[in-house]
């Protein structure tokens, strides 16, 4: 079967770090880009960070950049969000996606929950 | 920053067409795709490159992009298509992800 799984989300204190898996089966990373996009509680989507596949390339939204790292492994079909510097406006669910195209998202993970509190 | 537009709610009464609409700077010289996301769930792709539908996707769904306006439209609404959609495009400028605020669409 087809799918993203995430894992990792967990309470943590403002400043702390955590990192975020997602794991994929049924298909081989490698083969594409990859996302992260967050939803704070009602709030609306925001773009996180992606991943090229070759020549690894990543950008990150300003929110984000100098505090996150994503980092992928395609021998453990995996991607890896590392989060440091951890904010109460980091507090969201985290999907991982991947990227297809003129970059739209065609497959999605159910998330995993990153709250920041105190 | 690129930044996309769209209204907080549309609402209609079941049977009727939705029409969500994602304005942007020139928009249509972008390609647009729409997610529906209901509560707990995860987004789900409703349609690419303007006005293709993923397979899975009902007919009902359709889109389209022009100027500064693209536009989702969900003809024979259904109580099941109660949910937020959003517009999301590429901001080559930038190598960045765009997402509009998103539509509350209410099937009343």
């Known amino acids: 079967q087809v799918q993203l799984v995430e894992s990792g989300g967990d309470l943590v204190k403002p400043g702390g770090s955590l990192r975020l898996s997602c794991t994929a089966s049924g298909f081989s990373l490698s083969g594409y880009y990859m996302t992260w996009i967050r939803q704070a509680p009602g709030k609306g989507l925001e773009w996180v960070s992606f991943i090229t596949n070759v020549n690894i390339y990543t950008n990150y939204a300003d929110s984000v950049k100098g505090r996150f790292t994503l980092s992928r492994d395609n021998v453990r079909n995996s991607l890896y969000l590392e989060m440091s510097g951890l904010r109460a406006d980091d507090t969201a669910v985290y999907y991982c996606a991947r990227v297809m195209g003129a970059n739209y998202f065609d497959l999605w993970g159910l998330g995993t929950l990153v709250t920041v509190s105190s | 920053s690129y930044v996309l537009t769209q209204p907080p709610s549309v609402s209609v009464a079941p049977g009727e067409a939705a029409t969500m609409t994602c304005g942007g700077n020139?928009?249509?010289?972008?390609?647009v795709h729409w997610y529906q996301k209901k509560p707990g769930r995860a987004p789900v792709l409703v349609m690419y490159y303007d006005g293709d539908r993923p397979s899975g996707i009902p007919d009902r769904f359709s889109g389209s992009n022009s100027g500064s306006t693209a536009t989702l439209t969900i003809s024979r609404v259904e109580a099941g298509d109660e949910a937020d959609y959003y517009c999301q495009v590429w901001d080559g400028s930038a190598d960045y992800v765009v997402f509009g605020g998103g539509t509350k669409l209410t099937v009343l």
């Open positions: 020139n928009i249509g010289s972008k390609r």
